[in-house]
């Protein structure tokens, strides 16, 4: 079978005797891999059912997750993975909407499940920690094959967008279209037959899909399974498996460097990872701590390929545009943006003509939808074009910048500021893992700037300390130090790490956690808000006719 599906490129995996798949405990050659895989379309198959065939996993990163999106692969099936960190109506609510026959899961899985009306019978709930689990499987032994209806254009991923920005909703990938990641991402980051690429992030993501599992299966890498995340057992697991490529997403990196560091951190086999959300400042310090490139890039589960890299692309930049059609444009009157004037700091100061919408204005024909939600699908495809939804700008050699998500530039005083620049501010502090910025109302008119930071373990908030920090960024532009300090221990997130900014914003200083304000001119001066001061401040609200802009 031709290698331009999923289905294919696991058949040419058959007999291949080098490691495909491994956990601390058991290693499987790809050639079992390809054979386990097989069985479990078969017993998908078997279980029949009404609808479509959506196969719904709820697992962590297990070598069963792997197994069945082989499975589905070969039976002709799509996975949808289901997000482990929703809880409830929201859980039940996605599940019904991908219109799931058939979950796997264990039994941790089927404890949120209880109670829920998901559509799915108990019958075709299969608990893959069932002492019966793999004799069940072993009776669907067989020897692999692809179904006849397998082609490129079949549907073979539902992934569920992280919802930062409002509710999840499922984006359709093809055999075709993974399959091409999978060949275009292993030459692009380098991944190779000889490499182990360590798998921390969750299967239910596009990352680990697009990023680790299709590149391996292509070149044929190993992919070392960690069950989840965790920044204590991020370097052991690499030295264990001897890992040299990683993927990240989100505060995920922050915590591993929020780790106490050691003077043989940098002893280990990793030599290159690739992710999003890594600021310049942190990939020269992983680098210097672990002696490992971090490749940051562009790209959404709707779609990729947009950028190409460039080794003479400044720190900030993610590279060039990969053809004419990829431009920043404003999104009312269609014209491309000028390009960015910058500072000797790299802040831009002609945001209101530099900063547009990145477009692919022939990408609308690669943008292969949502699932059932149309008005979800008008939203990326307008003009002809498509639409990302993110901000970007060009500098005048062409290189282009990742600006921040729609909303992320904030007015304030009648200046734009970046909530994205802030934020890696931020993250320079040593005591900052993760940090959050967005606009809230101002009681008189416009918005103001509030951050929210998750702090390192052990460390307490220092309005002081901050102030003096914020004092010495250079790169921090008059009107955007926060006013608001929301300070936490665990920020919210999406399952993939991404700090959930939508709920940060509408909850804004009307939170659980402490909230530091600083009012006045002059120097910050961030002093705990109480309820008076609460009150005070929707007063002030009342006073201007602004009570429409209080937080929910």
Known sequence: MDRDTIAGLLLARLGDDRPGVRTRERTWTWD???????????????????????????????????????????????????????????????????????????????????????????????????????????????????????????????????????????????????????????????????????????????????????????????????????????????????????????????YVMATPERPDDAD????????????????????????????????????????????????????????????????????????????????????????????????????????KNEEADAQRVRHGWYWTGDLGYTDRDGFLYFAGRSGDWIRVDGENTSALLVERILRRHPDVVAAGVFGVPDPRSGDQVMAAIELAEGAGFDGDGLRDFLAAQADLGTKSAPRFVRVSRHLPTTGSNKVRKNLLQAQAWDCADPVYRWTGRGAPDYRLMTEADRAALRAEFAAHGRQRFLPA
């Open 268 to 371: 280990n086999t990793l030599t290159h990872g690739f992710g999003t959300e890594a600021s310049p400042d942190d990939k020269a310090e992983f680098a210097r701590r672990f002696g490992c490139r971090l490749i940051e890039v562009y790209g959404s589960s709707e779609g990729s390929g947009m950028i190409a890299q460039d080794p003479q692309a400044p720190p900030a930049a993610l590279g060039r545009p990969a053809r004419e059609a990829v431009r920043i444009v404003d999104p009312e009157t269609l014209e491309t943006c000028p390009p960015a004037v910058l500072d000797e700091h790299g802040r831009v100061l002609n945001p209101e003509e530099a900063v547009g919408e990145l477009v692919d204005q022939e990408g609308a024909a690669r943008f292969e939808g949502y699932w």
């Open 32 to 254: 079992e891999t390809v054979r386990e895989s097989a069985a479990r379309g078969a017993y998908a198959s078997a279980l029949g059912g009404d609808g479509p065939f959506h196969i719904g996993v709820l697992l962590e990163n297990v070598p069963e997750f792997l197994f069945w999106l082989g499975g589905a692969a070969l039976a002709g099936a799509t996975v949808v993975g289901i997000n482990n960190t929703r809880r409830g109506p929201d859980l039940a609510r996605e599940i019904r909407h991908t219109e799931v026959r058939t979950i796997v899961t264990d039994r941790a899985g089927l404890a949120l499940l209880d109670g829920l009306e998901v559509g799915v019978p108990p019958e075709r709930i299969v608990l893959v920690d069932d002492p019966g689990h793999l004799d069940r499987v072993a009776a669907h032994a067989c020897e692999p094959a692809a179904d006849p209806s397998v082609t490129a254009a079949t549907q073979m991923l539902l992934l569920l967008t992280s919802g930062t920005t409002g509710t999840s909703k499922a984006a359709r990938c093809s055999q075709g279209r993974l399959a091409a990641l999978g060949h275009a991402n292993s030459a692009k980051y380098g991944i190779g037959r000889d490499d182990v690429c360590y798998c921390c992030m969750p299967l239910f993501h596009g990352n680990a899909l697009m990023g680790l599992w299709a590149p391996a299966l292509a070149s044929g890498a190993t992919v070392a399974l960690a069950r989840k995340f965790t920044a204590s057992g991020f370097l052991p697991d690499v030295r264990f498996h001897r890992a040299t490529y990683f993927t990240y997403v989100g505060k995920a990196l922050g």
